[in-house]
C-alpha cells in the first residue's frame, strides 16, 4: 500500500480550482468534455459513479465499496463530507517508451465520504482524462480505521449492454491462455474450454475473468478495463453478472482466503476505464501509466531498451535441454556435478554460448539471455520444492569468468536468468548474493521466472503477497543496477514508470506457445489491447522457422504466423526489451529478412496506431528514438487483408526510402508462412501505401531518412 | 530434511556388530540390559515396536506410519528385507553443557521394510540406551518415493495405565501454559480450563497435548516423551486416546493442512522415550543430546556461556515501555520520530542503559539485554502488520554507538533484541543488514522474538516452514558469530548440540508470566521434566521484588515463589545464558542475597540430580566449569517439604565453605516470600544436609572450596 503522496512540485505548474460541493451528487467532465463522470449516492448512501462517453453510457450507476473481515462493510450509510474538483496538465518524459512526451491531462473530483454508524471515512479519486476514467479508494489515516482486511472489493462495471468481449478466464495463478472472444452472455458456456492446462492455475468462477478486459459494445464503443499502480494489494479480476452485464471486481485471496491486509493512510490501485469510439485511440492512451507516480530513482542512466538473442527457443522446441544432466531427485547441498554424467544435450554450454554472443556482437544487439546456466534444473518443477536453486552456481560446462571476458570484449551482455519455480522464499533468501553475482560478472539483466505454485504454498501468482515480492525484487535490483524483466509475474498496470528497471514482464501466452500447440493466428492483434494495456510484454517475436519439427522432429507444433508478421511484431507489440528468438541458424537462412530484426528500434519518439480493430488487425508506426527513421508493422487475423495507411506522420519535406517486409501472395501462416518478399520504395509524407497481408500474415517496414 | 548422515570417523571406534535377521520380529536391548525394544510385524504388515523398562511396558506394542497425500499409505503392507544391529559408544565434550563430558551408548537396531504392494522401503531404527529410546524413520533415496508430502505422521505410543500426566494443551503456535497435573483420562475434562489467553494460540483437539510429556505410572516408572533433531519437520504433538491411553503423533499443519513437504533421502526426527524408576535420571538423561549430530561448526570459540542483566522487566512488569512514544497506527518508512512527542516512559534510553552496564559491570555481569531500543513499537503487536520493524534503526534517545563505546569501556556486551511480531518474512528481508548492524556495532547475541500469529498468514509456529526459518536464522547468525536466544519458536529438541550458537529458548511460560497474573508454585518442580529435556530455556529467574505492585501500583500480580527459589532457579532451571531479570534497584536491597547470582556459574562440568519428583521438588548439584566450586539449587512445590542430601559428590578430602541461601522458617510465596536467611557452614564429601524449604520455596548453596 502506498503512502499518500507528498504535495508535489509539479502542482505548482498547474491549474489548481478546488472547490467544495457538498451535494449527494457531484460531477465532473473530461478536459474536452466528451467523458463526464457521475458521482452519486444512492438510497442508504450507497456510493455510485457513472461514465458516459459523447452520451452514451460507457459505465452505468455502478456501486463502490468493501467488503471487511470481522468489521461492518464500506458499502452503505455514507454520506458526502467533502467533494473537491481541480484541474491537471503537465507533460512528462518516459526514461523508455512509445512516445518521448507523455501528456498527463484530467479533471478530479475527489469525494470525501464518511460513515456516520462507524465514523469511518473513505474518499474516491476520479480522474477524467480525454481517454478514459481512473479511479481509486483513498484511506486517510483515521481513529476508527486503521488497520483492517478486506474480504472482497465491491466495485462496479456495470456495462450498457452485452459487449463483444476479449477475455481469459479469471485466474489466480496464470494468464497464459488464449483470448476467448465472445458476447459476455457467452462468458459462461465458454469457459470450460477455455480453461487450457498450465503449470500454475487456480480458477475460480464460471464467469470470472481477467483484466485488461477489452469490450467493443453494438454501437461501436471500444472500452478497456483493467487497474494502475497495483502495489501492496491484491491484482483485480472481474466477476460477471451474465444477467445484467455488471462486473464486480474480485480480488485474489491470500492463504487465508483473505483479500488484502491494509493500514491506513492508503490507496487502493487505480481502476481504468479506457474509451473511444476509436479502437486505434485505445492503443494510444497512456492513461494507465499517467496514473502511476513519477520515478522514485534519482538516477535512471543506467536502464536502458536491450535487443537480445538466447540460449531460450532451443529449450522451448526440445532441441537442447536446461538441465546438464539426467538425474532425478537432486538436492542442491549434496550433489556434486563434476561426478555426475552430462546428458549431452545441455544448452548452456560455453562454446554454445559464445555462438550467440558471436551472432549478437555481428548484428549488434545488445545482449544474449542464457537459460539453464545454473545448476537445479534437473527437478525444477512440480516438486514443491524449496530449495530448488541457489542463482549463483554454473554447471560444470557453463563458465561464468570466461563468457563474461568473452561478451564483453565483443560488446554484448550476458542477460541473467533466475527461475524460481514459485519458491520466493528461497529466492528472496539468496537474492542479495544473486545481484551481488550479476555485478561482480557483469550482467546488468535478469530475466526472473515464477513457473508453477508459489511457496509460501497457498499464496497466489497475484496476491498481494507476491506483488509485494515482485515489487520488492525490483526495487532490490535497482540498488544494484540491475534492470528486471519477470516472467510468471503479475500482468502489468504501469508501474515501470516509477520503477523503470523493469524493462519486461510476460503474464500473458508468448511466443513459447507457438511451440507448444501453437496461438491463435489473431493472438496477436488481441494482445495490444489486452495485455499491453498495463505495459510492455516480452513477447519473444522473431520465429523465422515456424515449423518446429526443424528443429526438434518430435515437436509438430508450428507458429501461427508468416515470417513477415513475425517482424510486424517488433513494431506492433511494444516492448523496450525484444528477443530475437529463433536460433542463429534459422537467421542465417534469411538474413535478407532479418535486416528489419537488426535495424528496427527498441525506443521511440514518436508512435501512431494508423489502423486497428481488436481481434482483425493493427499496424502501427513509430519514431526510432533520437532519429529521423520509422517504423511500421502490421499484424492480421487468419482472415488476410489488404491494408492502406498514410505516411503523413513523416517529416514534411523529408525524403525517406521504405523497406517492405511483406508476405508474398501466396503466403499464409499455416500453409506457406516463409514466403516473403522486400522491396524498396521512395516515399515522403505524402505518400500512401496499400499492403496486402495474408492469412495469419502481416508487413513490416523500415522507412529511413535519404538525401537522394 | 537432513541428509543421510555419511559413514562418520567415530565409527572407528565402536564395536560395530552388524547381523542381518530377516525374520519379522527383532529385539534389542539397552547396554545394561534393563531396556528391551522389540520390533514386529502385525498382521497385514503393519509395522509395531514395544518397549519394556525391567520388565515392565513403557510403551506396549505400538504402530508405525505415515498417511502421504496423493499416495498410498506408509502404514501397512510391509515386509521386512533387512535388519541390522550394532552397539556404539563414545563419549563427546559439549561447547557448554551440565556436565564436562556425555557418553553416547546404545545398542541399534535398524529394520527395513518394503511395500510390495508400491515398491517403496521406509528404514526404521531405533537405538535404546540405558535411559531410553529413540527411533527415528529413515526414507531412502529410491525411484517409488521421491517427493512426497505427510499427511499425518501415525507413530502411536501405547501407554500401559492411566497414567499421571504433566500435560499442557497441543497448541501450534504456543507453549506458554500452566502444566496440568492429571490422569490421562482427566484430560479431556480439563482441557477447557487448560486453554488460558495467548498473543497467538491454536489448539486442535480437547485431547491434545504438548511434547515433551512428562508421565508417571502408578506403579513408579517414570516416562517423557518428546522428539530430537527436529529439523526441516513439523513439530510433533500428542493425540490422546484417553480410552486405551495411547498418543498417537499429531504434526503441526501448514497453511493448506499439509504436515510436511519431504525429499528422499531423508529422516524424520527421532522420536525419544526417556524412562526409569527413578525421577532423577530422567534429569539425568542426555539421550536426546545424543541423537542429535555433533556440532556442524569448525570454530566454536566465539560461543559463551552468557550472565546478563536486562532492560526488560520494567517493561514485563509496566514500569516503562518499549516505545518512545504513544502513537498509534505508525508507518516505519514515513514516520520521523525525531518530530514526534517522547512518551517519557521509554525504558531504552541511553542514560537508563548506561545504569544497567554499570551495575552489569560491578557485579561482573557478561551483558545487558536492551529491548525496545529500536523504532517500531508503538504498533507492533496485533496488527498482523508485515513490514514491523527493520532491526537496525534506534529510537532517537538510544545512542548506539555511545552505548557500546561505554560498554566495551566497562567490559559489558550489550545484547541485541529483534522481536519480528511473528512477520518472518520481514525478518529475512533484513537479516543480513541486522547481523551485519551487530557486527558493527560490538554485540554478539542476539533475543530474538515470534509474538504472534505467524506471516507468512496460516502458517504456525511449529510448523515446517517455521522450523525451517529458525534453523536459518541460527546458521545465519553463525556466519556472523552471532549467538541466538530464540523466544516464541519452537520447543528445543537437543539442536544445540549440533548449532551451539543456539544458546537459549523460550518455549514455555517464563517468569513473565509472574508479572501477567502468576505461575503455578510447583511450575519450576515440573518444567526440568518437561521443557527443559529439549535444552535450556532462558527462564529469567532472580526477581527478589515479588510483589509487582512495588514496581508498579497497577500491577496485582505476585511472584509465586519465595526470594531465596528464585536463587536456587540458577542452578536447578539448567542454561548457559541466565539473566537477573529484576531491576538493580531491586537487588541493590538485597546484596547478600544477590552474591549468590553474582557468584554462581552458568556452564558446568558436573551435575548431581539429588532429589527430583515431578510436580513436587527438585535439588541438583553442578560443578563450576574448571573449578572446584559446587553450586546446589531447591525448588519445592506449594507444601514446602525439608530437603535431606548428601554431599558425598564433593571431592573426597578437599574443604569447602557453603553459603546457604534458605527460606526463614515463617517464610512463603505468598505471604512472606523475601524472608531468607544466609548463613555458612564447613563442609567435605562427608557432609549431609537438611535444609527446610518453604511453601513455594527452596534453597541455594554455594560450596567454595576453602584451605581453612
Redesign the interface.
Known amino acids: 500500500m502506498l503512502?499518500l503522496p507528498p504535495a508535489r512540485k509539479a502542482l505548482l505548474l498547474l491549474c489548481l480550482c478546488a472547490l467544495s460541493v457538498l451535494a449527494q451528487a457531484q460531477e465532473v467532465k473530461s478536459p474536452n468534455a466528451q467523458l463526464t463522470l457521475r458521482f452519486a449516492l444512492q438510497n442508504g448512501g450507497v456510493p455510485t459513479y457513472r461514465l458516459t462517453y459523447k452520451g452514451r453510457d460507457v459505465i452505468k450507476p455502478s456501486k463502490l465499496g468493501f467488503e471487511l473481515k470481522n468489521a461492518p462493510a464500506l458499502t452503505s450509510g455514507f454520506a458526502v463530507a467533502d467533494s473537491k474538483q481541480r484541474s491537471f496538465d503537465e507533460s512528462w518524459q518516459p526514461v523508455w517508451g512509445e512516445v518521448k512526451t507523455i501528456r498527463n491531462h484530467y479533471n478530479e473530483l475527489a469525494v470525501t465520504l464518511t460513515q456516520a454508524a462507524t465514523n469511518r471515512t473513505v474518499l474516491v479519486r476520479f480522474r477524467v482524462f480525454d481517454d478514459g476514467l481512473g479511479f481509486r479508494y483513498e484511506f486517510p489515516?483515521q481513529k476508527a480505521l486503521?488497520?483492517f482486511?478486506v474480504k472482497e472489493e465491491q466495485t462496479q462495471f456495470a456495462l450498457a449492454g452485452d459487449h463483444k468481449a476479449f477475455w481469459l478466464p479469471g485466474d489466480y495463478d496464470t494468464q497464459e491462455y488464449s483470448t476467448v472472444t465472445s458476447k459476455l452472455s457467452e462468458v459462461r458456456g465458454k469457459m470450460k474450454a477455455a480453461v487450457t492446462p498450465n503449470a500454475s492455475q487456480t480458477t475460480f468462477s464460471d464467469t470470472g475473468v481477467q483484466t485488461p478486459l477489452m469490450l467493443k459494445s453494438q454501437d461501436g464503443l471500444y472500452i478497456n478495463l483493467h487497474e494502475a499502480a497495483l502495489i501492496d494489494y491484491s491484482t483485480m479480476s472481474l466477476e460477471l453478472d451474465d444477467k445484467n452485464f455488471v462486473l464486480t471486481s474480485h480480488l485474489t485471496p491470500?492463504?487465508?482466503g483473505?483479500k488484502g491486509?491494509l493500514?491506513?493512510p492508503c490507496l487502493s490501485p487505480w481502476r481504468t476505464v479506457v474509451v473511444s469510439d476509436k479502437a486505434a485511440d485505445i492503443l494510444e492512451s497512456h492513461l494507465i501509466l499517467n496514473l502511476n507516480e513519477p520515478t522514485k530513482y534519482k538516477d535512471v542512466s543506467w536502464i536502458k531498451p536491450v535487443k537480445y538473442v538466447g540460449v531460450w527457443w532451443e529449450m522451448i522446441t526440445g532441441k537442447s535441454t536446461w538441465s546438464y544432466t539426467n538425474l532425478?531427485?537432486i538436492?542442491l547441498?549434496?550433489l556434486d556435478y563434476s561426478k555426475t554424467k552430462p546428458n549431452g544435450t545441455h544448452g548452456a554450454n560455453t562454446a554454445h554460448v559464445k555462438e550467440y554472443i558471436d551472432f549478437a556482437a555481428k548484428h549488434h544487439f545488445d545482449a544474449v539471455l542464457v537459460e539453464g546456466w545454473n545448476t537445479g534444473w534437473e527437478?525444477w518443477f512440480g516438486?514443491?520444492?524449496?530449495y530448488v536453486f541457489d542463482f549463483v552456481t554454473p554447471y560444470p560446462d557453463f563458465d561464468v569468468q570466461e563468457l563474461h571476458r568473452y561478451a564483453a570484449s565483443k560488446g554484448v551482455k550476458i542477460i541473467m536468468h533466475h527461475e524460481t519455480s514459485g519458491s520466493v522464499?528461497n529466492y528472496?533468501?539468496h537474492m542479495?548474493a544473486a545481484y551481488k553475482f550479476m555485478v561482480d560478472n557483469g550482467y546488468n539483466a535478469v530475466k526472473s521466472g515464477y513457473v508453477g505454485p508459489i511457496i509460501?504454498?497457498?499464496?497466489h501468482h497475484y496476491g498481494q503477497?507476491l506483488n509485494?515480492h515482485y515489487l520488492?525484487a525490483i526495487t532490490k535490483a535497482a540498488e544494484y543496477k540491475i534492470m528486471v524483466n519477470a516472467h510468471e509475474a503479475v500482468r502489468p498496470t504501469g508501474l515501470a514508470r516509477t520503477y523503470p528497471n523493469l524493462i519486461g514482464n510476460e503474464a500473458a501466452r508468448g511466443t513459447e506457445y507457438e511451440a507448444f500447440g501453437g496461438s491463435n493466428p489473431d493472438h496477436t492483434t488481441i494482445l495490444p489491447f489486452t495485455r499491453l494495456m498495463g505495459g510492455p510484454m516480452d513477447y519473444t517475436p522473431g520465429i523465422f522457422q515456424t515449423q518446429i519439427s526443424a528443429i526438434n522432429p518430435q515437436n509438430t507444433s508450428f507458429v501461427h504466423s508468416t515470417l513477415a508478421r513475425q517482424l510486424a511484431l517488433y513494431v506492433t507489440m511494444y516492448s523496450p526489451l525484444q528477443m530475437a528468438a529463433d536460433l542463429p541458424e534459422n537467421y542465417n537462412k534469411h538474413l535478407d529478412a532479418f535486416q528489419f530484426i537488426e535495424d528496427v528500434a527498441v525506443d521511440w519518439d514518436d508512435t501512431h496506431v494508423l489502423e486497428a480493430e481488436p481481434g482483425d488487425y493493427v499496424t502501427i508506426a513509430r519514431k526510432a528514438k533520437g532519429k529521423s527513421s520509422w517504423f511500421i508493422g502490421s499484424s492480421c487475423d487468419e482472415q488476410g487483408r489488404t491494408s492502406k495507411i498514410n505516411l503523413n506522420f513523416l517529416d514534411p519535406g523529408k525524403k525517406y526510402v521504405a523497406t517492405i517486409y511483406a508476405d508474398a501472395k501466396n503466403a499464409h501462416y499455416e500453409k506457406n508462412p516463409q514466403a516473403y518478399t522486400i522491396r524498396k520504395v521512395n516515399v515522403t509524407s505524402k505518400s500512401k501505401l496499400t499492403q496486402y497481408c495474408a492469412p495469419g500474415g502481416g508487413y513490416a517496414i523500415s522507412v529511413m531518412e535519404t538525401t537522394h
Open positions: 503512502f489515516r486503521d488497520y482486511v491470500d492463504a487465508l483473505d491486509y493500514q491506513t532425478e531427485n538436492k547441498d549434496s527437478d516438486k514443491s520444492k524449496d522464499r528472496e533468501r542479495d509460501p504454498r497457498g499464496e503477497w509485494n520488492y
